[in-house]
């Protein structure tokens, strides 16, 4: 039986954050009774799970990289592979491209963001199991709306590298859609990303 590969964990973190006013990924908030930058608590929840993550990044991201790793000590940030998306304007399809075609020798990739702090640690282990169990594709699903992440298995491949534009892979997901595994979370995190400051009121 051949050795089976691995799913790559891709966290994006390479937005404008134009809407929130200030790099919103440093923004503190205190979840759990700790107090750690948003990208930060949001890694922690993927560090539970995978060994190794691939967290793509804007170029000029060095303050991003050095807060998030004193935040997660020293440990936890080994785990960190930063990678940079030079054309990250363009979209988040380029930040998506750049992540995939980083780790192009896996057998699936999850897709998350750095801006969901709240993202329940059940749904990165579903949609991973799912796929590591044969699914094409695979997402959480709470009252029937589909959260984050999102898996794809490796046959996406030369697709998602080739994404271009702000809609991620969700073109790709309403083509599929009969072949998308849903995994039932009976938690909203898998909807709590941090757009605008108001936001925050959620995680308070």
Same mark, same amino acid.
């Given at each position: 039986?051949?050795?089976?590969?691995?799913?790559?964990?891709?966290?994006?973190?390479?937005?404008?954050?134009?809407?929130?006013?200030?790099?919103?990924?440093?923004?503190?908030?205190?979840?759990?009774?700790?107090?750690?930058?948003?990208?930060? =608590?949001?890694?922690?929840?993927?560090?539970?799970?995978?060994?190794?993550?691939?967290?793509?990044?804007?170029?000029?991201?060095?303050?991003?990289?050095?807060?998030?790793?004193?935040?997660?000590?020293?440990?936890?940030?080994?785990?960190? =592979?930063?990678?940079?998306?030079?054309?990250?304007?363009?979209?988040?399809?380029?930040?998506?491209?750049?992540? +995939?075609?980083?780790?192009?020798?896996?057998?699936?990739?999850?897709?998350?963001?750095?801006?969901?702090?709240?993202?329940?640690?059940?749904?990165?282990?579903? +949609?991973?199991?799912?796929?590591?169990?044969?699914?094409?594709?695979?997402?959480?699903?709470?009252?029937?709306?589909?959260? =984050?992440? +999102?898996?794809?298995?490796? =046959?996406?491949?030369?697709?998602?590298?080739?994404?271009?534009?702000?809609?991620?892979?969700?073109?790709?997901?309403?083509?599929?859609?009969?072949?998308?595994?849903?995994?039932?979370?009976?938690?909203?995190?898998?909807?709590?990303?941090?757009?605008?400051?108001?936001?925050?009121?959620?995680?308070?």
């Amino acid at each position: 039986m051949p050795e089976q590969k691995e799913i790559a964990a891709i966290v994006l973190a390479a937005g404008t954050s134009k809407r929130f006013g200030s790099d919103k990924l440093l923004h503190p908030i205190t979840l759990d009774g700790i107090t750690m930058p948003i990208a930060a =608590h949001s890694l922690k929840r993927w560090l539970e799970v995978f060994g190794q993550i691939t967290v793509v990044i804007r170029q000029d991201s060095e303050k991003l990289c050095c807060e998030i790793n004193d935040a997660l000590g020293k440990q936890r940030a080994t785990a960190l =592979h930063w990678v940079v998306c030079e054309n990250a304007d363009t979209g988040m399809a380029a930040s998506l491209a750049c992540g +995939v075609n980083a780790n192009r020798k896996v057998s699936g990739w999850l897709i998350g963001l750095a801006d969901m702090p709240a993202l329940p640690t059940a749904a990165i282990v579903g +949609v991973r199991s799912a796929l590591m169990q044969g699914a094409n594709l695979a997402a959480p699903f709470c009252a029937d709306k589909r959260g =984050h992440p +999102v898996g794809f298995a490796s =046959h996406y491949l030369e697709e998602l590298v080739a994404l271009k534009g702000d809609e991620g892979a969700r073109k790709l997901l309403g083509r599929d859609v009969a072949d998308l595994k849903q995994i039932q979370i009976n938690d909203d995190g898998i909807f709590a990303d941090v757009d605008t400051p108001n936001d925050l009121i959620s995680f308070q």
